[in-house]
């Protein structure tokens, strides 16, 4: 996939130009398709909006930093070298943390290498000149390998800390990272201090972040992100068995800790432990862990976007809690989209949260452990979620609706052109009904197997899904293909090649 980058204001400029230009040019062609050919332009020059972070981003992978390129090498670099070229890299991340990062400055780190962190970031690029933290080498080399084995304040078993804003982070291997460790810390310990923990953490400091392309193996917490308008995409975060504290909090993929927040196409595969010592005040537990998690109560949160993700045997997609060292907060608007979750406990439990739109999604539930609320877990009342285009497959009787396990909440959720299909035992509506134009039946997976991919959730020919749904505007599925906005299109995350 491309990479994408900011506009500046000169880039627009141009765009504008051009579309001007285009309309001279194309002055004795029809009208329709002069506009087709304007569109067309002005959609290449502003190629994509990100659906959270409000930014504008151009596919140009290749646009030239205007700074200095530094280089760091682990197994032939040297630290009495300037580190301005591949020949005279650096060795240690030690000498790289002292350098002075100023705007469109680029730090690679040489694929093969091994480097034990953290690394602080506390310089800031601009929209037009980002600090890019990245790799270089042979591809036939394991990408540059980070890892923290020390959890102590100031730390947190963070890989990279950032806290200066429009930095990108692309292309490492994040491994290893330890579980919270009991100490003196300035915040007290608790919540406190296990917010700050990351294999990559972006604070509040930081905004305009990029987080992409990273592979990130067997770490507690892989990003966690207070940073607004932080993108997160096409990150493979993968299994971690342990807790992040014992007994009573599994291993977390993504983790919100601000608004104006968006995480795309990742994967996240196996986060969750089990463990009969894991227990909840309410008498639960047994498994915890989560692809996904929003909370820290003390900030209200809106505008945070998670689409076409694909998660795999994780305890749980989303969990978006009310209560630490705050209750109650107000969660509003979140869009909730285009992704697939094959996952055990829930697809979403929302303890707090208003107007969430939850669209487009192929949910498999067929797996169950110590743990399990349901596929949709809604607490708050009046809270007016929507829910609408989804593929809903379940076994052993799990309830789909289940508003607060055994409490008596009134959601009143928006229930809208969703599939339902038990593929072994009970269709169990739980305490909500199937709402308007539910469609009953076997969806028609190409491939619905324990090994799946996410083109095994492709329809057959015949399946209820396909041409059902309810336009909602979205242009593209979790493949990339086209969405017919303007006629029939499918429910769930994928639509089928022409």
């Not at 506009?35 to 290749?62: D, W």
């Not at 940073?227 to 993504?254: A, M, Y």
Request: proline share 3%.
């Amino acid at each position: 996939m491309a990479e994408f980058r900011k506009l500046s204001d000169s880039e627009r400029g141009y765009a504008k130009l051009q579309i001007v230009n285009m309309t001279v040019k194309t002055a004795h062609i029809k009208t329709m398709n002069a506009i087709a050919i304007l569109l067309f332009v002005f959609a290449q020059a502003l190629s994509l909006k990100c659906e959270a972070t409000g930014h504008l981003y151009t596919q140009s992978a290749e646009v030239a930093q205007k700074g200095i390129v530094y280089y760091v090498d682990s197994n032939n670099g040297n630290d009495a070298n300037n580190g301005k070229s591949e020949s005279k890299p650096l060795k240690t991340i030690a000498k790289a943390q002292q350098i002075k990062l100023n705007p469109g400055d680029t730090v690679k780190f040489k694929r093969g290498s091994e480097f034990i962190g953290p690394l602080y970031i506390k310089d800031s690029g601009t929209e037009e000149a980002m600090i890019v933290i990245t790799d270089y080498g042979d591809t036939k080399l394991h990408a540059p390998k980070f890892t923290n084995p020390v959890f102590k304040e100031g730390n947190f078993g963070n890989c990279i800390r950032i806290t200066g804003s429009f930095i990108e982070v692309e292309n490492l291997y994040f491994h290893k990272t330890p579980v919270y460790t009991a100490g003196d810390y300035k915040h007290g310990g608790g919540f406190l201090t296990m917010w700050e923990m990351g294999a990559i953490y972006v604070d509040k400091t930081a905004e305009n972040c990029v987080i992409r392309k990273n592979e990130i193996f067997d770490c507690p917490v892989g990003i966690k992100s207070y940073g607004k308008h932080t993108l997160i995409e096409q990150n493979f975060i993968h299994d971690c068995s342990r807790v992040l504290k014992e007994w009573n909090w599994g291993p977390i993929g993504i983790w919100f800790g601000a608004d104006n927040q968006e995480a795309r196409f990742n994967k996240i595969f196996n986060y969750r432990a089990e463990n009969p010592n894991i227990t909840w005040s309410d008498g639960g537990g047994g498994a915890d862990g989560s692809a996904f998690e929003i909370d820290d109560a003390r900030y209200d949160k809106s505008n945070i976007s998670i689409h076409h993700n694909y998660t795999k045997d994780c305890q749980g997609f989303l969990e978006v809690t009310w209560t630490d060292v705050e209750q109650n907060p107000t969660y509003t608007n979140f869009k909730i989209h285009h992704n697939i979750s094959d996952d055990y406990q829930q697809f979403v439990a929302i303890w707090a949260g208003q107007r969430f739109n939850i669209d487009n999604n192929t949910i498999i539930r067929r797996k169950k452990n110590a743990s399990d609320w349901g596929v949709f877990n809604i607490a708050q009342d009046n809270s007016f979620n929507r829910i609408r285009n989804n593929i809903i497959v379940t076994e052993k009787d799990i309830p789909i609706f289940n508003v607060g396990l055994d409490s008596d909440h009134v959601p009143k959720s928006i229930i809208k052109n969703n599939l339902y299909f038990a593929a072994s035992g009970k269709l169990v509506m739980g305490k909500e009904e199937p709402g308007e134009n539910a469609v009953f039946g076997d969806p028609l997976f190409v491939n619905y197997s324990e090994k799946s991919s996410p083109k095994d959730f492709y329809l057959k020919e015949g399946s209820p899904a396909r041409g059902s749904a309810y336009p909602m505007g979205y242009r593209v599925d979790y493949m990339r293909n086209k969405v017919n906005v303007d006629g029939a299109q499918n429910i769930g995350a994928l639509e089928n090649k022409k």
